[in-house]
C-alpha cells in the first residue's frame, strides 16, 4: 500500500502536489490558506475547485466571486488577482499540458482558439458533471484508488467539456485587444532572456506609455511584474520535473537561485525548495 500523500506546509499555507501516473501530463495541486491574497499567472489550462472559503477575484477583465461547489475554469496566459478573501480556504486545481487540451479541441472539431468563453460553473450544474467527477476521482477525501480506466475516462470527458467553452472573439474585441496581445506574446518570447520596455512597445505597435496603460487595464498588471509571474509560473512547472532551484532560476531567465528563492516566496508563500517537497 502507498504512503499517504504529504503535505508541505508554511504556517497556515499547505500545498500537495501530485502527477498522477496515470494520467500523463495532468498536474493536481491541492491548497488550504488562510485570508492572504492570490496573484498568478496561469501557464497551464486548468479548472479549479472551491471546498471552503470564499473569494472576490479579477480575471477575463471582470471581477468574479467563488464561493464553496464553485468551479473555476482558468487559461493559459492568464492573470489571476484575488480582490477579497473571507474564511480559511481549501482548493484543488487540475491543471493540463497545452497538447492535451489541443488534442481535444481537434479531435472533437472545435475552433482553435485559446480563448475560453465558458470560465464559470456551479458544482450543481449537469454541464459541469465532467469536471466534477475528475476532481473527486482526484480528490484528498477520496478513500479507495481509483482504477485507470476510470481516471482515464473520466479525464477525456473534462478535456472533451473543456473543448466546448473555447470560441473565437468578437472582432471589435480583437481589435481593441491586439496590441495587448501582441505585447503578452513578445513576453512569453522573451521569458528566459526578458525585453525592454521600448522593444515590447515595437513589438505590440504602440508608444511605451500607451502600452502601460493599455496592458495594466486589460490584463491587471505591468508588463514586468506579469513577466515575474510568468517565470514563477514555468518554475513550479520545472520543479515538479525534478529540476533543480538553480537550474530552474537559468531555464527562467532568473539571475541565481537566490532571485528565484526571493520571487518564488513572495507570489507561491512557499520556497522552491519546499514546493519541489510537496510534489509526488
Known sequence: MSPPPRAVSDGPLSIQVI???ELPGVRVSRFRTD???WRSVKERFSVTMTYSGRAEWWG???VRFTSPGTLDLKQSGQVHRDLRREGPSRFQVISFDEALV???REALGY???SHLRRVQFAREQPTAAPFVRLHDLLGE???EPSNPLELQTALTEALSA???CFGDMDEPEWRARWPVRRALQALHDALEQGITLDALAERAGLDKFHLCRAFREEVGMPPYAYLTHLRISRAMGLLTQGLTPLEVALRVGLYDQSQL???????IGLTPGQFARAVQ
Open 102 to 104: 489541443t488534442g481535444a
Open 141 to 143: 477525501d477520496r478513500v
Open 111 to 113: 475552433p482553435a482558439s
Open 60 to 62: 477575463h477583465g471582470k
Open 35 to 37: 485570508e492572504r491574497l
Open 162 to 164: 473543456l473543448a466546448t
Open 261 to 267: 528563492n526571493r520571487h518564488f516566496k513572495r507570489v
Open 19 to 21: 502527477l498522477p501516473p
